[in-house]
């Protein structure tokens, strides 16, 4: 059988085309960059029904609404904010002197980088495809985007639309397994985006360094779910459960495990339950809730309830159904009484598993927290506002959410990325706009200016204008 994989050759051809164009135009007007934007969201909105078919087949079962939502308009809604503030985006940006360099002025241009790779992930590949897309466009950038293996109808769909949208030196997708992303991540890009695990992220970055490619990681983590001790309690049970269950938990921002005052547990249980039925009625049968994305994840979920179990941990299904490793239909479940050395509490679930774990004072929920990696996000339920900003103040995380889970994402004016474990860098409206440009710090000297005043021979003259300097 013929193996159609791209090698590194045929990577780096077409790296280089993309930087020989880049070449010829590195600074596109903002009437290009916004023909771009424009392109990209005529495709999606006119191949939308497709992709969502794709991405059911790929994962087996997953409602259109909920790709509509969570992928298709957010990905809209980005394109929208950048054309609408796209053009103030690349003005000069003056910026202060200081008295002594007067009457210079100061001012950041920004400046496209040249070609961007964009690693996306199996779990929302559309967004994370197309969403530092829009950013490296916006600013100007050629990119060449490596699709994930673990979706191929979509990947191969979308690597056809983009295709006939823009030429291959403008944006290029690249399908293959593994070693076609190594191959991908290796190359000597200007700005490297990937999102995945942390465990990847690492060889990613290690692959990176040896080009002194700078990266922006999106990585994960054990995000947590704080319930204070004056929240709204079922309305924080419903938030956290609406956050869990969105593509079954397959979501990097998904709440990880919650922290909930002690005694509470079978409150948020039942709650839960009723939740659960209410949003996906008949649950055996809903088409509105998410497969797994495979076999392998299947097994995983399976093994971490189940070594939990083994060492004491409780399982409370949310509905009256099991596990079918057939359909790879995982309902989801609330645990209690995992131990901390389970690979449950230590590894990022990325599934329908959702670990308790109860807290005596506040003191205890933060140390808790801090004594982890720090999360992609941190949602805490609460209405006090010394609590609300004692949290924020005190936890250290790529992002946060009070009262709600995963919008933060959705939020145009917001930056997304991690910190720590979770990543580095981040993108989305002007944040990425800056990520994927140059930030050109300028200074412009007129004519005439004092200059000369500190110039050698150091004298009288030299040393007196240093004395009023350091004076003032």
């Not at 959410?401 to 959705?410: H, R």
């Amino acid at each position: 059988m013929k193996n159609d994989l791209p090698d590194a050759a045929s990577l780096e051809a077409l790296l280089q085309l993309q930087r020989e164009a880049h070449a010829r135009a590195p600074y596109p007007s903002w009437e290009t960059r916004a023909a771009h934007l424009k392109a990209l969201r005529t495709m999606l909105l006119e191949n939308g029904d497709a992709l969502a078919q794709a991405l059911h087949a790929d994962f087996g079962q997953r409602a259109k609404a909920e790709i509509v939502l969570s992928e298709l308009w957010l990905a809209k809604s980005e394109i929208d904010s950048a054309l609408k503030h796209g053009k103030r985006w690349m003005k000069p940006q003056r910026r202060p002197t200081g008295m002594w360099l007067r009457p210079a002025t100061a001012k950041v241009i920004p400046q496209p980088l040249g070609v961007v790779g964009i690693v996306a992930p199996w779990n929302y590949p559309i967004l994370l495809a197309v969403g530092p897309l829009i950013c490296a466009l916006a600013a100007g950038n050629r990119a060449l985007i490596k699709m994930s293996e673990f979706v191929p109808r979509t990947a191969e769909l979308t690597k056809q639309l983009l295709e006939r949208t823009f030429a291959r030196e403008q944006v290029a997708v690249v399908t293959g397994d593994a070693s076609v992303g190594a191959a991908f991540c290796a190359l000597p890009f200007d700005h490297l985006t990937f999102t995945g695990s942390t465990t990847v992220g690492r060889e990613v970055m290690r692959a990176a360094a040896l080009n002194l490619t700078p990266v922006t990681l999106e990585l994960g983590g054990k995000s947590p779910a704080i319930i204070g001790p004056d929240a709204r309690f079922d309305a924080a049970v419903d938030s956290i459960v609406a956050g869990k269950t969105l593509n079954a938990g397959q979501t990097c921002i998904a709440p990880d495990y919650v922290l909930l005052p002690r005694g509470t547990e079978q409150a948020f249980i039942e709650r839960a339950r009723s939740r659960v039925a209410r949003l996906y009625p008949d649950f055996a049968h809903n088409r509105d809730y998410t497969t797994l994305i495979s076999e392998r994840h299947f097994d995983r979920m399976r093994k971490l309830a189940d070594e939990a179990l083994a060492a004491g941990a409780m399982l409370h299904s949310l509905t009256d159904c099991t596990p079918d490793a057939v359909r790879k239909y995982f309902p989801p479940c609330v645990l209690t009484n995992a131990p901390a050395a389970s690979a449950l509490m230590q590894e990022e679930i990325f599934g329908p598993l959702l670990p308790l774990v109860p807290y005596d004072t506040l003191d205890d929920a933060l140390r808790y927290v801090n004594a982890r990696p720090r999360p992609l996000a941190l949602y805490l339920f609460d209405e006090a506002r010394p609590t609300i900003e004692r949290v924020l103040r005190e936890t250290v995380s790529g992002g946060a959410a009070v009262n709600e889970t995963l919008l933060q994402i959705a939020c145009e004016g917001l930056p997304f990325g991690g910190v720590g474990a979770s990543g580095m860098g981040a993108y989305h409206g002007y944040d990425g706009f800056a990520t994927f440009s140059n930030m050109k710090p300028v200074l412009v000297q007129p004519r005439f200016n004092a200059r000369a005043l500190l110039l050698p021979p150091y004298g009288r003259r030299f040393y007196a204008v240093m004395r009023l300097m350091m004076k003032l």
